[in-house]
């Protein structure tokens, strides 16, 4: 098949998906497109049986803003009179959705069929404003398939939006060739003295992620147990955690480490990973913990009981005494640690590699090419 992906180029769950998918496509066999404003960030070097194609946006001095909706139509639709795509996978509803609907039919009647995956904040953040709901709705009834992340956020945009198409429940998956405990000899005391514990949290620290709530929680972790604690990643929430950090006089204990291509090695040597969050629609950073042996503690929200199940400790977002006393049992508790540990990794080898998933949606392209 010749496959096109449409997707976010920055870091966030939706641009890792979309690009794991596409690479292991190629690795099938299928020709693989991604159009995007820039490469996305997992997507470096060559790689046999993929191209890029970058969309751009002129500024015309009568928008206020750059219509990248139409610019990204244009592309697909281009892309398509080239090489005569089978399918466009966009990955959110808008504008990637909408615009790969436009591009159908502006090369209709021989246009590529259309299949949107649903992430989560298109539904949980946008699809409940008035200003984009009535345009998710028409872009995800217009497709000629859709997907959801999770079953929770299946049934939320049913329930939002009314939408009436079927939508078929794909979870997010990891390459688990890549992600497995591995911790190069020397990192861990490079961030931790001997009996230091090591907490970490991997997120884009927008607000929902709630980096302020983490750093709290190591607080009072920090009070009963040596530990330091590793936040990757970056984001708008970054300067009030550094404030935080300061005013908590947490400045020697906690490593502001940026956005990393290789996050493997750093899970790998945490001892927990906490995930505050108040909206998951899967909870992929907690997935990639899981198959680095690092238990979870995380908020009893949207998608992460499926991600999590009984491998971590899952409570209401608001219940900061009870995620630092599961933070500590796991951190005082060696035998309780393993056995977490274990059982993590082997739910994500079980339910979540790219093995098990990428054929699930092989199948629902030839499902919707008939």
Known sequence: MKIAIVCYPTV???????????????RRGHEVHFISSEPPFRLRGFRPNVAFHQVDTPSYYLFKDAPYLLSLANKIAEVHRHVHLDVVHAHYAIPHATAAYLAREMTAPDGPRVVTTLHGTDITLMGQEPSYAGSIAFAIEKSDGVTAVSEHLRRLTVETLGVRRPIVHIPNFLDCDEFRPAA???????????????????????????VDRVVEIFARIA??????LLLIGDGP???????????????????FLGNQDEVVPLLSIADVFLLPSIQESFGLA??????????VVASRIGGLPEVVGETGYLLPPDDV?????AALRILTDAAEHDRLAASAVVRVREQFCADRIVPRYEAFYRQVLG
Do not use: F
């Open 184 to 210: 190069p000899p020397g990192l861990r005391e490079q961030y931790a003295r001997p009996g230091e514990r090591i907490v970490a949290h991997l997120s884009n620290m927008r607000p929902v992620k709630r």
């Open 12 to 26: 966030g769950g939706s641009g890792v998906v979309a690009t794991e998918l596409g690479k292991h496509l190629a």
């Open 223 to 228: 009070r009963e147990v040596p530990a330091r």
């Open 237 to 255: 929430e970054c300067p009030k955690a550094w404030q935080l950090v300061r005013e908590k006089g947490l400045t020697e204990r906690v490593y």
């Open 286 to 295: 907690a997935l990639e913990a899981m198959a680095c042996g690092t238990p």
């Open 321 to 325: 005494d009870g995620m630092v006393a």
